[in-house]
């Protein structure tokens, strides 16, 4: 029976598609000046040859070259016929940049696997063709569930090797890195790269980064961002030790982590109290540690492990009882002195009661005697005559977590031997911070002071809710650096998240810069888009385009990067509300129609497979960069 709904909804459907055939053809010529040929027919100069000739030619000739090389004739079809329109700019700007891409293309004709992928996503030629293994590339996006968020996460990874590490971790941890960017943490997945996970370290800490991040995704933005800022400070230290120390991976996930699990909650602290601390594992490790957490916070780190003044390994047993059983004024002496060899020796000399020594501590700390002068004095009496200068030790109060910062206060060489992304966390906040967040404009620098002042002060906050007021009001700014490293993540993700559940548009170019400088991982990638000031736009689908701006703007690839990076919505339109607003329509409908009239329609697909093509010959680099020292700002 004749079904004239069905049919009129057929008819459409080939209109559009006769109508975008069109359109293509039509872009694609005009690529091509009128060409005069000699020879071709009477007439001084020859005839023109039309430019859909030109196009034809280009395409044969690719299509010749690939399919000499081994490559099946669906697979070279769909990624000729996708990038025409930049192998027609490429062949009257920079023909021999085309045959180097086309050499690149013809390398493929050795890995069969992968011409499956590329005749269902021709886009991905260029990220193939320039990786060391480009079937485990490909494989890795066969998840079609997931295949916006991971080709944009390589949109970004476009050096090798981090292409390739890209892969192996979204092959064992690509569900957990798709909701932490859902969340707004774009850059997760750089917490999970760094490692082969073939070493038996490298396994054990990804087991124990599952489940952290599952765990901390039940929790809200604040403590989500504070759990991120931990893995990015401690985590490559912690992978190291892991692989290194084959009885620390034994402990670890067993006995270790619970015991920080179990402090954190019943001694109040967050995870950013322990980002200046990667020795809590050492402290967490003796019979007493967690008692020791519970009781002075990170002082017995600083009086045990620290590099910068712990006491001598023969002195442990006998300072761990004091910590467990002393008050403020034996601690404090013994922080306070901590260095001073002549201690030491009192503190070995074996005449000497235990309460000897504790009544000595006492004297040592009062505020009315000159400790260094009393040392000295002391070392010089007799076990008889040093008892008897003292008197019974007393008893004082214990100031939990607390007496760190207010009587001791945090020493300044706690910035001296810590990790690199700690002081990029500091020189971060230093620069303008309007860089580092998503949405900022770089001409607003009035308002960069202003917004400092305000991630500082909620910095503060966050460090009153776990030390209390009084302490919290006496750390510089460089000491409240993990609070602040926890505002920054959690400024980054809602404004990401929220753009994700509306389908807007954001700039993430501050985001993805500063997790690359926090975390240390693809530096190459890094460079190469500092080097060409590259701004990255993520839209509400999760697709990320590239625009070049500056000297790249006039180049050919600057030029088709930002043509088409506009087609789709992405350039001036998104910064004012009707452009967000033409943006989200046209991504809502295409989720109401189809995701094939998105590809047939927009640009983002020949806007990928030019960027990957050009890097994979790299194209930008030869042809001259900027040579900047970020990210390019807004």
Known sequence: MFNKVAFCRRLLALSIAVLATAAWLLSGMACFKAEKVPGDSPGPKGPVRPALQAVAEIQQNLTDHLVGAGWPRGATNAVVTLNTRWFCRLSEDDPEELKRQRVMLQQLGQFPQVFDMLEHRPEVAGLLAQSDDPTAVADSLRDDGHYDLLSSLYVRHIAPEDAQALARVWDRHGGLIARLTQRGLTGAELVFMGGEEEQPGDREYGSWLDAYCKESLSRPDEELAAAVGLVLIHGPTLRHRLEDDAEFRR???????????????????????????????????????????RRWGLLGIDLLFSPQGAYPKDLHPELIQMLLHG?????G??????????LHHILRRGGLSKSNRLAFLDLLNQPSVDGFETLKVFDQYGDRAFAEELGPPVSGPVTWIPLYYTVYEVPKKVLQGRPVPMIEVMQAVADPVLFLLPG????????????????????????????????????????????????????????????LAKHSTLEITGPVRFLYRTSGVGRTSFRRLTDMEARLFMRGDARVFIRLDKALAGMVAGRFLNETAQAAGIGAAVESPLGQNAVQNVISNVRENGSDLLEASESWQ??????????????????GTTGGASLAAP
């Open 440 to 499: 900022a404009k770089g001409a607003e620098k009035a308002a960069s002071g202003a917004l400092k002042a305000t991630l500082v002060g909620r910095a503060r906050q966050l460090a009153v809710k776990q030390l209390g007021v009084q302490p919290a009001k006496k750390l510089t700014e460089k000491e409240l650096t993990p609070w602040l490293l926890t505002e920054i993540l959690a400024q980054i993700q809602r404004p990401i998240a929220a753009a």
């Open 606 to 623: 020949e806007h990928v497979s030019a960027w990957w093509l050009m890097n994979a010959t790299k194209m930008i680099s030869r042809t």
């Open 251 to 293: 402990t670890f996930l067993e006995e270790l982590w619970p015991r920080y699990t179990r402090v954190v909650v019943e001694a109040h602290l967050g995870p950013e109290t322990f980002v200046w601390a990667p020795e809590i594992w050492d402290l967490l490790r003796l019979p007493h540690g967690e008692a020791l957490v």
């Open 333 to 342: 002496a013994l922080h306070r002195f901590r260095a001073e060899p002549l």
């Open 327 to 331: 008050d403020n004024a034996k601690i």
